[in-house]
């Protein structure tokens, strides 16, 4: 990967290690760092003590301190590296980001917003709900602002976790990790970056203080954020290179103004909104049901797409370049109305070819140099390496991406065995393609919260899955994958390692997921007390054969 070290002076290549003092999605200086201070602990040590900690303040981090705080649990401080809460909507900040879901239901059940301005929000639109509803929860009071999460070590003594931050050490009782799998942008170590003259930047860190207009862009990727800053670099740019390995389905998107009696009847009618939301969340399930099965994608969907590429790029070498030959829902789906006319465009060049070299003053594919000015790279996120796993260590003293190894997996997409007291919002295989994360995030929630209830009720200081309960669930999840469109689709995407295994998406309905984790099952995990003392977890699981109060295990619900 290249580091800021290896480019030129006057180049602005923007990458996860090296942000900006105090802009969206960068730590913030120490002076502007705020929030609450958790409380010295009874012993009369030096550092400080709260019974959760929660790392990161997107969706994912404000859900679960809204539910934590309902439930009783105020005893919980948020970790958020940057000066402002929204996580991934907060960094993502390029020209014509947005959703693909509806916004009544990409948005907290327990937070609704009536007023939203069109069918699927813009990015504006959601950073700013995500702001208005952490003021509204008290979750910003909660959030300790420019603590970048450095080292979490479980400290199997004391049944706690040891935290160190930017800002200093901390411990806790339970640690959340809410950082998502869309926070570390993926910068490709294309051969020669360093050594462009121009400006470079990630879509994720855009830089709103260059002035594109009359520039030679060259962007690099054609994923959801390509789709979606296209069409405005069109607008702008003198020349726009797209350079593009594999083409994606692009589906129409049917955005529309919320209409004055649309808006009447979600605030006057009372569950007219949850009616329409869980309508809208129902009626994704189907895609899944398709999904299982990609003939039927072929035959529906795919058909569709095609049809859209056909309407907007006429025949010959462009439209030829855009169709993809796999299976639709093999890659992210995309949608836009605007992209593919974009790429009609005179003044647009569609490279279908990957970067073979940088050079001081553009890019060389396909055998051919292109002059560029400003290099954008729309190459997506560490979605599958997920860079906090290296930060975070376990009874063994591993890291959980060294407990990982190439092979990223836990249970529920939630707990990982050998990581006590360790609870993950959008783990592995937590992705959807079919619906909104927001669904999976309350499930996670709910499952957190119930957690937490029954260490409550049972005096326990630290709760563990079993390994047999995790392998379990990775065994009845790999059925789910097969024969789907990810298995046989005939594509690499992102949501894939380097082995073709796919620990990213929920291969099924998200009515699985919520019966699988929202109720917690003792049975699945090992409690303890703080003298290391199993807790009994008595389940009709059990198998009769077990001896009394020894935790057991549980087949799951996953079926």
Same mark, same amino acid.
């Given at each position: 990967?290249?580091?800021p070290e290896?480019?030129?002076?006057?180049t602005?290549?923007?990458?996860?290690?090296q942000?900006?003092?105090?802009?969206?999605g960068r730590?913030?200086?120490?002076a502007?760092?705020?929030?609450?201070?958790?409380?010295?602990?009874?012993?009369?040590?030096?550092?400080?003590?709260?019974?959760?900690a929660?790392?990161g303040?997107?969706?994912s981090?404000i859900?679960?301190?809204?539910?934590l705080?309902? #439930?009783g649990?105020d005893?919980?401080?948020?970790?958020e590296r940057?000066? =402002?809460?929204?996580?991934?909507?907060?960094?993502?900040?390029?020209?014509?980001?947005?959703?693909?879901?509806?916004?009544?239901?990409?948005?907290?059940?327990?937070a609704p917003k009536?007023?939203? /301005?069109?069918?699927?929000?813009s990015r504006?639109e959601?950073?700013?709900?995500?702001?208005?509803?952490?003021?509204?929860?008290?979750?910003r009071?909660? @959030?300790? &602002?420019?603590?970048?999460?450095?080292?979490?070590a479980?400290?199997?003594?004391?049944?706690?976790?040891? $935290? @160190?931050?930017?800002?200093?050490?901390?411990t806790?009782?339970?640690?959340?990790?809410?950082t998502?799998? $869309?926070?570390?942008?993926?910068?490709?170590?294309?051969?020669?970056?360093?050594?462009?003259?121009?400006?470079?930047?990630h879509t994720s860190?855009?830089?709103?203080?260059?002035?594109?207009?009359?520039?030679?862009?060259?962007?690099?990727?054609?994923?959801?954020?390509?789709v979606?800053?296209v069409?405005?670099?069109?607008?702008?740019?003198?020349q726009?290179t797209?350079?593009?390995?594999?083409?994606a389905?692009?589906a129409?998107?049917?955005?529309?103004?919320?209409?004055?009696?649309? $808006?009447?009847? /979600?605030?006057?009618?009372p569950?007219?909104?949850?009616?329409r939301?869980?309508v809208?969340?129902?009626?994704?399930?189907a895609?899944?049901?398709?999904?299982?099965r990609p *003939?039927?994608?072929?035959r529906?969907l795919?058909?569709?797409a095609?049809?859209?590429?056909h309407s907007?790029?006429?025949?010959?070498p462009? +439209? #030829?370049?855009l169709?993809?030959?796999?299976?639709?829902?093999?890659?992210?789906v995309?949608f !836009?109305?605007?992209y593919?006319?974009?790429?009609?465009?005179?003044?647009?060049?569609?490279?279908?070819?990957?970067?073979?070299q940088? /050079?001081?003053?553009?890019?060389?594919?396909?055998?051919?140099y292109?002059?560029?000015?400003?290099?954008?790279?729309?190459?997506? &996120?560490?979605?599958?390496?997920?860079p906090?796993?290296? +930060?975070?260590r376990?009874?063994? %003293?591993r890291?959980?991406?060294?407990?990982?190894?190439?092979r990223?997996?836990?249970?529920?997409?939630?707990?990982?065995s050998g990581?006590?007291?360790?609870f993950m919002?959008?783990?592995?295989?937590?992705?959807?393609?079919?619906?909104?994360?927001?669904?999976?995030?309350?499930?996670?929630? #709910?499952?957190?919260?119930?957690?937490?209830?029954?260490?409550?009720? +049972?005096?326990a200081?630290?709760?563990?899955?079993?390994?047999?309960?995790?392998e379990a669930?990775?065994a009845?999840?790999? =059925?789910?994958f097969?024969?789907?469109?990810w298995?046989?689709? %005939?594509? /690499?995407?992102?949501?894939?390692?380097a082995?073709?295994?796919?620990?990213?998406l929920?291969?099924?309905y998200?009515?699985?997921?919520?019966? #699988?984790?929202?109720?917690f +099952?003792?049975?699945?995990?090992r409690?303890? @007390?703080?003298?290391?003392?199993?807790?009994? @977890?008595p389940?009709?699981? *059990?198998d009769?054969?077990?001896?009394?109060?020894?935790?057991v295990? !549980?087949?799951?619900? $996953?079926?």
């Amino acid at each position: 990967m290249t580091t800021p070290e290896t480019l030129p002076a006057g180049t602005a290549l923007v990458v996860p290690a090296q942000p900006g003092p105090n802009a969206p999605g960068r730590p913030v200086a120490a002076a502007a760092a705020g929030g609450p201070t958790p409380a010295r602990p009874a012993d009369g040590s030096a550092v400080p003590h709260v019974h959760v900690a929660v790392v990161g303040s997107g969706f994912s981090g404000i859900a679960a301190s809204i539910r934590l705080t309902q #439930e009783g649990f105020d005893d919980h401080v948020l970790l958020e590296r940057a000066d =402002e809460v929204g996580g991934t909507w907060r960094d993502n900040d390029y020209p014509g980001a947005g959703c693909d879901v509806m916004s009544l239901l990409y948005s907290l059940s327990f937070a609704p917003k009536a007023d939203w /301005r069109t069918t699927f929000g813009s990015r504006e639109e959601i950073y700013g709900y995500l702001r208005q509803t952490a003021e509204r929860f008290g979750v910003r009071d909660r @959030t300790l &602002f420019g603590h970048d999460l450095l080292d979490a070590a479980w400290d199997g003594t004391a049944k706690r976790w040891r $935290l @160190t931050t930017s800002r200093g050490r901390y411990t806790c009782d339970v640690l959340v990790v809410a950082t998502g799998y $869309l926070s570390d942008p993926a910068v490709p170590d294309l051969p020669g970056l360093g050594t462009f003259t121009g400006e470079v930047f990630h879509t994720s860190r855009w830089n709103h203080d260059l002035d594109l207009t009359g520039r030679r862009v060259a962007v690099v990727g054609t994923g959801a954020s390509a789709v979606q800053a296209v069409p405005h670099l069109q607008r702008v740019a003198s020349q726009l290179t797209v350079y593009q390995r594999t083409p994606a389905w692009v589906a129409p998107k049917s955005d529309k103004p919320t209409t004055a009696a649309e $808006l009447l009847l /979600r605030r006057r009618v009372p569950g007219y909104q949850a009616l329409r939301r869980g309508v809208n969340m129902w009626g994704r399930e189907a895609l899944a049901f398709m999904m299982a099965r990609p *003939a039927i994608m072929r035959r529906t969907l795919q058909t569709a797409a095609l049809k859209n590429l056909h309407s907007a790029v006429p025949e010959g070498p462009l +439209r #030829e370049a855009l169709t993809p030959d796999h299976t639709i829902g093999c890659k992210r789906v995309l949608f !836009s109305n605007t992209y593919y006319p974009a790429l009609a465009q005179p003044n647009v060049e569609l490279v279908a070819a990957g970067v073979e070299q940088v /050079r001081p003053g553009g890019l060389v594919a396909d055998g051919k140099y292109r002059p560029a000015d400003v290099v954008v790279l729309a190459t997506g &996120f560490e979605a599958v390496e997920r860079p906090v796993a290296r +930060r975070v260590r376990g009874a063994d %003293g591993r890291t959980l991406a060294e407990r990982w190894g190439r092979r990223v997996s836990a249970f529920a997409g939630t707990s990982v065995s050998g990581f006590p007291n360790l609870f993950m919002l959008l783990g592995p295989n937590t992705a959807l393609a079919h619906s909104a994360q927001t669904v999976m995030i309350e499930a996670q929630v #709910e499952h957190l919260v119930s957690a937490l209830r029954c260490m409550r009720e +049972r005096g326990a200081a630290a709760v563990e899955v079993l390994p047999a309960a995790e392998e379990a669930f990775q065994a009845r999840l790999a =059925e789910h994958f097969r024969g789907s469109v990810w298995e046989v689709g %005939g594509c /690499r995407s992102w949501y894939q390692d380097a082995d073709g295994h796919n620990p990213s998406l929920w291969p099924t309905y998200t009515w699985r997921y919520r019966r #699988e984790v929202s109720r917690f +099952r003792p049975a699945d995990h090992r409690l303890t @007390t703080c003298a290391a003392t199993p807790v009994a @977890t008595p389940s009709t699981h *059990a198998d009769p054969g077990a001896r009394s109060g020894a935790p057991v295990t !549980s087949g799951g619900a $996953l079926a």
